[in-house]
C-alpha cells in the first residue's frame, strides 16, 4: 500500500507532524522542539512534499487518510499513552 510506503520514508518528526495535522503551530512547535516559524516551515515543506508524492495516486484522500493513521498508532507506541496527539 502506498501509505505504507511513503511511512517507511518519513522521519520521526515528520510522523509527528502528520499525526498533529489538525494541532496548532504553536502546539506542533512544541512537541518536535522548534519554535513557531520553524515548525510552521517543517510542515510545510512536508506537505509540499507529500503533494508530489501523491500527484499519480489514483486514491490520494484515502492514502492520506491512512497515512495519518499509521503515524497516529506510531505516536501512541512511541509515548506509551492512550491519548493520540492528533484530533
Do not use: N, Y
Not at 13 to 26: G, H, K, L, N, P
Not at 52 to 58: A, F, I, M, S, V
Not at 66 to 84: E, H, K, N, P, Q
Request: charged letters at 35%; hydrophobic letters at 35%; proline letters at 2%.
Amino acid at each position: 500500500m502506498r501509505a505504507t510506503e511513503i511511512f517507511q520514508g518519513l522521519s520521526d518528526r515528520e510522523r509527528i507532524i502528520v499525526a498533529t495535522v489538525e494541532d496548532s503551530i504553536r502546539d506542533l512547535g512544541a512537541l518536535i522542539g522548534t519554535g513557531k516559524s520553524q515548525a510552521a516551515h517543517l510542515r510545510q515543506r512536508l506537505f509540499e512534499r507529500m503533494a508530489g508524492e501523491l500527484r499519480d495516486d489514483d486514491q490520494p484522500e484515502e492514502t492520506v487518510g491512512t497515512l495519518i493513521v499509521l503515524c497516529d498508532d506510531w505516536v501512541r507506541r512511541r509515548t506509551g499513552t492512550a491519548d493520540a496527539p492528533s484530533k
